[in-house]
């Protein structure tokens, strides 16, 4: 088991700046991949930005955010990051971190642990 939380969220104008943090904490956890979700009101819940830990540290970025979102963590901190620029209003949403020790689980985007979430806010 692992306890994720995560920060950072806040609202900024369009075109602006936020940086997401994750702090994972779990005796002896080890994940396979970690990554940032995100829920707009109304709509589903959709993959952002996900680092595979246990694939050498591979990236995958959802095209809508490609560009403009940088995942990368600290393995000294144990903790996560998703940096945004260029802020869209549509990215605004509620922002996920999520943890996966599986590999199967982690390839299939089946992912078992959730933090409660940062809301992020952009305003045009």
């Known amino acids: 088991q692992v306890q994720l939380v995560e920060s950072g969220g806040g609202s900024v104008q369009a075109g602006g700046s936020l940086r997401l943090s994750c702090a994972a904490s779990?005796?002896?956890?080890?994940?396979?991949?970690m990554g940032w979700f995100r829920q707009a009101p109304g709509k589903e819940r959709e993959g952002v930005a996900v680092?595979?830990?246990?694939?050498?540290?591979?990236?995958s970025y959802a095209a809508s955010v490609k560009g403009r979102f940088t995942i990368s963590q600290d393995n000294a901190k144990n903790t996560l990051y998703l940096q945004m620029n260029s802020l869209k209003p549509e990215d605004t949403g509620m922002y996920y971190c999520?943890?996966?020790?599986?590999?199967?689980?982690?390839?299939?985007?089946?992912?078992?642990?959730w933090g409660q979430g940062t809301q992020v806010t952009v305003s045009s």
């Open positions: 999520a943890a996966e020790s599986s590999q199967a689980r982690c390839i299939r985007y089946d992912y078992k642990n």
């Open positions: 680092i595979f830990t246990g694939g050498g540290g591979s990236t």
């Open positions: 779990g005796y002896g956890y080890r994940s396979w991949c």
